[in-house]
């Protein structure tokens, strides 16, 4: 007979999930109720009205999808690529290289804009790219590259892409909540993002955002959207306004409980602070870490603040040293992805997780793992230099 | 500001959600661990082997799709259907049409064979299809039609269509757990279903079954999957055995806690035991609707026992009597769907919802209110019907 699950308590300052604030796993515990229900037509348009505020924005059609972040990307792709369409995808680590896969699986022909990974993204390789390929028609990339650590220009890079008149596709996953994110200003046509970053939810939903040149778009097809899930033709007439509603699909009803719960949270700090909470640790985490001479692979000011990415000290086992922050500090760090699997460690300062506490839990319980491998570190400094960092 | 969500208790007897249990509750708030986290693989491991248990089979490929019933349903036909394959699917209510939809999008031809609503599939009207569409690649059908209240025969239906060497795709959504599901006894080839029904538990999730047959048809396809998300190629090897799991997307981990739970709960009852329970309260709540005056709109040998369709007495606004259920005894019933919208109610006892408790509220309140409209029902009967039929 199989027993219930009762999961060790771990902090998680991986690429995420990250830690889920209480009252988030509080709120998904509350009694289900019909996804038809007047109450729930409530829930959802309060999330609606708090997810604007999150993307800053007015875009109606701003929702959350009922699946996981890559879910929310492939609802941006399959709605508005058509077979044969063009997609300028810039690309500088692996989540860009999802989004060609997608382009590709929905009959687009994938213009793909090698960058190097770990820095931002060029705006001029994209204006060069546009000249020669003025017949495109989306230019999507990731604002915040949870694979690297890199932030990109997104505002520079949605204008230049207006400027040719593409519509542009801007992955959020990690920097919604954590760092400025502003799709109207910016100029973006759709986004998507995960909850379980700097929302500090579970992981299994995805908030997008279109604006009415997406949505015109997506009503113009020629072609029927390549799912009946993600066709957003049909999940606007349930997630439309009022009594218009239609029942598409069963929605996740306590995964979105959590959803609501997270983006009043992030209400009552106002995102202003939550950006300034996100760097300020940041800074404590970057002293802490140099101070124990580990290295950052993303230049100073194009890093992202919630998802750090440093060199492994040589002669170290990258895996050995995260099963010991696992089992002795129940302390969890990210490994590195694609093409930088073995050579960094991710660590995460997301949401709820992004707090003084895990700043010195994580770089001395580093400290202490590291010492036990005897890598070439500085001891007994890096606690000075944390300090420092929030006076 | 917005305030946090706290939703109303209600008691749901519609055609799901349906009423989850406290401990799955319970469950879902424990502290999210990541998803590659060696707990996280245990409970993976956990999860795909009662899950064999629940759709009585052997198959490897038994695993929770991460997203609501109806991508259940897209990662069967995303996955097995290719361009220019012809589908037969046999449809009595909606979700047999939604089946024809997903064929369509993935670029297949649908044979949809018309059956009458309310009335199980008739496997004569597979065979004289087949006869004629030899070339068919699969068949797909509803076993519980979640519409209607109509139960199809699984084995037979299968069994036709292994002959003419279809594969077979099986909509198990509303009957998994609630009535015998039986995979590999019927032969079926793939098989979705969803965990808001009898199982319990919150929408999010799709358990799926793929046997070795169909596996062989996936890796063999000669056009890649029309999605990123549901391509099993990539999810199986995230899903895998052991140590090769390969990151796909993230899974939604704490909505895995509650089906853990849930499946857990449903070892700890015995599947036998379940499906006797499910037939034993719908024998109770027959005998009281059937006092009141109700009408079952299923002949009694097609009916599910866990989804209730009766017809609505003449002169009675249905969507009042339904409003004012949930307003005064906040218990939620089910319209109808479809070409049944506005004939009938529908009525679940599903999961932990089917219970005495629930057979007595539903029908005493429906007494109560139906006395308000004034519907020619008998009254003060109903009470004692439901205790000799428990008797």
């Keep these: 007979m199989t027993q219930s699950f009762i999961p060790t308590v771990r902090t998680l300052m991986g690429p995420g999930p990250s830690d889920v604030n209480p009252r988030i796993l509080n709120a998904m515990a509350k009694p289900t109720i019909g996804h038809l229900d007047p109450e729930f037509i409530r829930l959802m348009d309060e999330i609606k009205g708090m997810l604007q505020y999150a993307f800053q924005t007015k ?4 929702i959350p999808v009922s699946a996981p972040g890559s879910a929310g990307m492939e609802t941006c792709f399959v709605n508005l690529v058509e077979p044969g369409d063009k997609v300028i995808v810039l690309q500088n680590g692996v989540f860009g290289g999802r989004q060609a896969d997608n382009v590709r699986r929905f009959g687009g022909e994938a213009i793909v804009v ?9 705006p001029a390789a994209l204006e060069a790219t546009l000249k020669e390929h003025g017949d495109a028609k989306i230019v999507s990339f990731v604002h915040a590259e949870t694979s690297t650590g890199a932030q990109s220009d997104a505002k520079t890079i949605c204008e230049i892409a207006a400027r040719h008149g593409c519509l542009t596709i801007v992955d ?6 954590g760092s ?13 993002s995960g909850t379980q ?25 020629k072609t029927q959207v390549a799912s009946w899930f993600l066709d957003l033709n049909l999940v606007m007439g ?12 069963t929605a996740p009803v ?17 995102l202003e602070q939550s950006w300034q909470r996100h760097i300020d640790n940041h800074n404590a985490l970057k002293a802490g870490l140099e101070a124990l001479g580990l290295t950052f692979i993303v230049p100073e000011s194009e890093r992202l603040v919630q998802l750090n990415a440093v060199s492994i000290p040589e002669g170290v086992d990258e895996a050995a040293v995260r099963k010991q922050l696992l089992t002795q500090y129940n302390l969890e760090i ?28 994580c770089v001395n319980a580093l400290e202490s793992v590291l010492s036990q491998y005897n890598a070439h570190i500085n001891k007994g400094v890096a606690t000075a230099a944390i300090a420092a960092a929030y006076q």
């Design 59 to 62: 875009n109606q059609l701003t």
């Design 114 to 122: 090698e960058q190097e990974w770990g820095r931002a993204i060029d």
């Design 172 to 177: 959020c996953v990690t920097s919604l909540g």
């Design 180 to 192: 400025e994110v502003a799709l109207d200003a910016w100029g973006a046509d759709a986004a998507y």
């Design 197 to 221: 970053k700097c929302l500090s939810c579970a992981p299994g939903l995805s908030p997008v955002s279109f604006n009415d040149r997406a949505v015109e778009a997506i009503k113009n097809r």
């Design 238 to 249: 349930y997630w439309g306004e009022g009594q218009t509603r239609a029942y598409h699909h």
């Design 254 to 270: 306590n995964a979105l409980y959590g959803l609501h719960e997270a983006l009043v949270i992030l209400e009552e700090e106002g």
């Design 334 to 361: 990210g490994a590195g992805l694609g093409s930088l699997a073995g050579k960094v460690w991710r660590i995460g300062l997301m949401g709820y997780a992004s707090n003084p506490k895990n700043v010195l839990l």
